[in-house]
């Protein structure tokens, strides 16, 4: 009995440094983050909407808090290239990605082969920006409204193209769903990234473009696109004389995409808990909402609670969508 009693004692009193040095470590290791510069991920080619706010985050992180927070685009496969290489990083919060609605919720209903599950394999950490998608011509088109498109495309279908940023993206079922609710066929051409639909549409090569608001603002600001409609359910702030195609009698249309930041899954909670505090942080800055407004998004902060329930939740939601649509991507 008493040499039971001091074995426990003993073992005890050894185990109190112990406990102390790993106490120590932790509150070191979350104290020390980011100790090296981080990667963040942008899962598309750049000029698109998604570089845009992904660069603006990643420099704005830079500037107020003295991180290196360095972008490196990985576009291909209408965002979930990206995607992929985040999910399969190593969980210590050094490689960050912006996801979207597009490569999060509606590419893994329509890739027959995904090799990710983003309900399962990521992490949200901190929701940044909203934004509807727009319908745009360019400026010296011959489509001066929505309902010239309609009635073209009604007159000839198949005839009328529009441009997306690439297969499987919201903006892409975007075009497909007003197809639908407006009862015409237009042929979608898709492209690997914003960038490349925009110049051909500038270039009249496509009739028009479905894009998020950030990627065409600069354009419609210098006035080389006219922006038709938007299809959100209320008007964007950036764009307030632009009707929303509900306005213009097709009633309920609603699509939006959204932007936010994700981490691998089995990333510390402290990492994820001190980004979001940090990009949240930005995000109640007059300077960071005029930015993120001035590229035709809405800002909007969250939890990485609240924004992993908006996460499962779309993810179910768009399946349906999808399924309706009939659309697949081998």
């Known amino acids: 009995m008493i040499i039971s009693k001091f074995t426990r004692s003993l073992a005890f009193a050894l185990a109190l440094p112990l406990t102390a040095s790993l106490t120590f470590a932790t509150a070191a290791h979350a104290q020390a983050y980011p100790a090296k510069p981080i990667r963040m991920i ?18 704005k992180l830079t500037e107020t808090n003295h991180w290196t927070v360095v972008p490196d685009n990985r576009g291909g496969a209408g965002g979930t290239i990206g995607i992929a290489e985040a999910a399969r990083a190593a969980p210590t919060g050094y490689d960050i990605v912006m996801g979207q609605k597009d490569n999060m919720v509606v590419a893994p209903w329509l890739y027959k082969n995904l ?31 929505l309902d010239d498109v309609v009635k073209a495309a009604r007159a000839a279908p198949d005839t009328i193209t529009y441009g997306s940023p690439g297969n499987g993206t919201t903006i892409h079922l975007a075009g497909e769903i007003f197809n639908s609710a407006a009862k015409i066929k237009m042929r979608h051409v898709p492209y690997k990234g914003s960038n490349a639909a925009m110049m051909d549409v500038l270039a009249g090569n496509v009739d028009l473009m479905v894009s998020s608001v950030p990627s065409a603002m600069a354009q419609i600001k210098a006035g080389k696109l006219r922006p038709l409609a938007v299809t959100s359910a209320k008007r964007s702030t950036s764009l307030p004389d ?31 808990a001190t980004l979001n505090t940090e990009i949240n942080k930005l995000l109640a800055t007059p300077e960071m909402k005029a930015a993120i407004i001035g590229q035709g998004a809405e800002p909007q902060s969250m939890t990485p609670e609240q924004f992993g329930t908006l996460l499962k939740t779309d993810y179910e939601k768009w399946k349906g969508i999808v399924q309706a649509s009939g659309a697949t991507i081998e």
Do not use: C, M
């Open 42 to 59: 942008v899962p598309f080619p750049p000029g698109g909407g998604t570089d845009i706010l992904a660069r603006l985050v990643a420099q």
């Open 115 to 145: 090799s990710y599950n983003p309900v399962k394999d990521l992490t949200a950490v901190a929701h940044v920006a909203y934004t509807p998608v727009v319908i745009v011509t360019q400026a010296n088109s011959k489509f001066k409204t």
């Open 242 to 272: 632009t009707p929303t195609v509900a306005e213009l009698g097709y009633k309920d249309f609603d699509v939006s995409t959204w932007y936010g930041v994700f981490v691998p899954a089995g990333t510390p909670k402290d990492i994820v």
